[in-house]
């Protein structure tokens, strides 16, 4: 299949897998404040969420933008899957705010916009050559990485814990990320397991960390949702990282290798800047949607001569 009818398949499949993502991440929001506040990886909160029907629409737009995610993949590349399957973000935005009787903010969605633009540059700029393709991967090579991203999950959790403040939203969305990048870089391994034979993955351990390492994710996601008000911020946060981590994966454990000439890397570093400003665009206008809101609820009502009730 020659690579334009190949896009003609990925672009549908990943646009519409970013939709499945974002009605998702809003169902999924929406329903987890519904239930009371579990601890951080507690399973109670999956057990109370099974019974709201919000969630399951969720779980169910998951697993199916999961396998319109994998079609895209398998017909496209990922400097151009993974970009529109950050656009989830405006989704989310867009469902969320409907959910809500409420207009999508435009910032907001600019913000969204432009973290895509962000993402698909740096992928164009630091796609890897193709690396292990037979499920070999190097572990001692990424041993620094995987306990640098160890220590970094351990202490977003740990503060978004102990900390009593907004920030601990995007710590928990940023050890989401992290775990779902880690989550598809083992799957990368996986896949090249099963061209050597059926059986190969379970001869391995790298299943066995998946099937850890993948629950963990969903439920941290969860818990991401319910500590935040809005959804946008999160799902920027873990939608930039995950293909961040993914991509280091696949350079410390698979043997694959990045153009470092200096050209590329300072593209590269104002791609992953263009990235952090639309997140932080996204933060910032987020948190001041949030204290307008609470400004017009405390607003107290006033009678005018001849008019109905207004807001002082």
Same mark, same amino acid.
């Given at each position: 299949m020659d690579s334009g009818t190949a896009l003609v398949i990925? @672009?549908?499949?990943? @646009?519409? %897998?970013?939709? #499945?993502? %974002?009605?998702?991440?809003a169902a999924q929001q929406r329903a987890t404040h519904e239930v009371a506040v579990a601890p951080t990886l507690s399973p109670r909160l999956i057990v109370e969420l099974l019974a709201r029907p919000?969630?399951?629409? +969720?779980?169910?737009? *998951?697993? @199916?933008?999961l396998a319109l995610q994998i079609v895209a993949l398998a017909f496209g590349p990922l400097a151009v899957?993974?970009?529109?399957?950050? *656009? #989830?973000?405006?989704?989310?935005?867009?469902?969320?705010? /409907?959910?809500?009787?409420?207009?999508?903010?435009?910032?907001?969605?600019? %913000?969204?916009?432009?973290?895509?633009?962000?993402?698909s540059a740096f992928l164009l700029l630091a796609r890897p050559t193709e690396g292990s393709t037979? #499920?070999?991967?190097?572990?001692?090579?990424?041993?620094?990485?995987?306990?640098?991203?160890?220590? /970094?999950?351990?202490?977003c959790v740990f503060y978004a814990a102990t900390v009593e403040h907004s920030s601990?939203?995007?710590?928990?969305?940023?050890?989401? +990320?992290?775990?779902? +990048? @880690? *989550?598809a870089g083992l799957m990368k391994v996986i896949t090249g397991q099963l061209r050597v034979g059926l059986d190969e993955p379970f001869r391995h351990p790298v299943l066995y960390v998946v099937c850890i390492i993948g629950p963990m994710g969903f439920l941290l996601?969860?818990?991401?949702?319910?500590? +935040?008000?809005?959804?946008?911020?999160?799902?920027?946060?873990? *939608?930039?990282?995950?293909?961040?981590?993914g991509v280091l994966i696949g350079v410390s454990w698979l043997g694959e290798r990045l153009d470092s000439s200096p050209s590329l890397l300072m593209g590269q570093y104002l791609a992953a800047a263009v990235v952090i400003g639309s997140i932080a665009l996204i933060a910032v206008r987020g948190h001041h949607l949030l204290q307008r809101r609470e400004i017009l609820a405390d607003r107290p009502l006033v009678m005018r001569r001849g008019a109905g009730p207004v807001a002082r």
């Open positions: 990925a @672009v549908p499949a990943a @646009v519409l %897998g970013a939709a #499945g993502f %974002g009605l998702a991440s919000m969630w399951l629409l +969720g779980l169910v737009a *998951t697993i @199916v933008a899957v993974q970009p529109l399957l950050v *656009t #989830g973000v405006a989704f989310a935005s867009v469902f969320a705010a /409907l959910m809500n009787g409420r207009r999508p903010d435009a910032l907001i969605l600019l %913000g969204a916009l432009l973290c895509a633009a962000g993402l037979d #499920g070999e991967f190097n572990l001692m090579a990424g041993l620094p990485l995987a306990i640098a991203l160890a220590v /970094l999950v351990l202490g601990r939203v995007l710590a928990l969305a940023l050890a989401t +990320g992290v775990l779902y +990048g @880690v *989550t996601s969860q818990n991401t949702f319910q500590a +935040g008000q809005l959804v946008a911020p999160a799902v920027a946060v873990i *939608t930039s990282v995950d293909p961040v981590i």
